[in-house]
């Protein structure tokens, strides 16, 4: 029976403080949501630095360049 007061006086209190209910519901769905967006733009920064990466050949290229190296002393 405690569990039924409990719940029954949950909703009353709901019910008696609408407004300050809602406002408590939007914060919650803003941070909710504010973390997802930050989740998201990191795997996507993630994935274009990756396509990046392998489109310019990432760490297994090698640059050569024609020029001369100069006196070369043994």
């Known amino acids: 029976m405690i ?17 300050r209910t809602l406002l408590q519901l939007l914060w919650i769905i803003l941070g ?3 973390i997802v967006a930050t989740f998201s733009l ?5 994935a274009a630095s ?5 489109v310019s050949g990432g760490i297994q ?3 050569i360049w024609d020029r001369p190296t100069g006196k070369v002393t043994l």
């Open 3 to 19: 569990l039924l007061e409990s719940i029954l006086d949950g909703i009353r209190d709901i019910k008696d403080h609408f407004g």
């Open 32 to 34: 909710a949501g504010s």
């Open 42 to 46: 990191s795997t996507a920064g993630k």
């Open 50 to 54: 990756m396509e990046y990466y392998r």
């Open 61 to 63: 290229k090698i640059w």
